[in-house]
């Protein structure tokens, strides 16, 4: 079985229900400096695009034909679905990221982190939680991407994905309007497990197992 090693680099995944914030903390993020930059990772998904979304900046929009081939192929590091759409992380742009020296940030949720976390054990678990479920809630609702239903979905899962906040290595609280010191915040937990671990080794197999 091939595979490849990156001693050093992290995939750093970050989580936490929709409505925390996590496009936002990303951004935020990407106007930080970082030596080597970070490198995002563009996620493959079914779901129909947003306005002033932008295809192969926020996710690769594929048709569910497509999607369904690349993860037979053995195209995605996990693929999962997710309030009815289908989300899948491409595995080659991660592996060539890592290989080339520089941190992987994946945004993801929680039932693709822990298959990763399976996968790479050597992987960084972040999980952003909301100051109250209230705040939480208020935020959903005031985005208004969502018809009524995928609100409700998206309110009922968003408890359960809370719970699983234990699995993670570490929690983040985005509190409202705080979204620099959240990101400041991200950035020291990674320095920091650079400092601790930095023999860490992140291995990702250049096809499913």
């Not at 719970?163 to 320095?191: F, K, L, S």
């Amino acid at each position: 079985m091939e595979l490849d090693a990156s001693t050093g680099a992290m995939l750093v995944i970050i989580s936490g229900p929709s409505g925390v914030g996590k496009d936002t903390i990303l951004d935020a993020l990407k106007r930080r400096s970082h030596d080597p930059e970070y490198h995002y990772v563009v996620t493959c998904t079914t779901r129909a695009m947003r306005p002033g979304e932008v295809d192969g900046v926020d996710y690769h929009f594929l048709d569910e034909a497509t999607f369904t081939a690349q993860r037979a192929a053995g195209g995605f590091l996990e693929a999962n679905d997710v309030h009815g759409n289908w989300y899948g992380t491409p595995r080659g742009q991660v592996r060539e990221a890592l290989d080339a020296g520089r941190d992987v940030i994946l945004k993801i949720d929680v039932q693709g982190a822990q298959v990763v976390k399976e996968k790479i054990p050597g992987a960084l678990l972040i999980f952003l939680i909301p100051p109250s479920l209230e705040d939480l809630f208020i935020r959903l609702r005031s985005r208004a991407t969502e018809t009524a239903d995928e609100l409700e979905l998206r309110q009922r899962n968003a408890a359960v994905e809370l719970a699983r906040q234990e699995d993670y290595d570490y929690v983040v609280t985005n509190e409202t309007g705080q979204v620099e010191r959240t990101a400041e915040r991200i950035d020291q937990i990674i320095a920091e497990e650079h400092r601790t671990h930095p023999d860490r080794r992140v291995v990702v197999y250049s096809r499913s197992p």
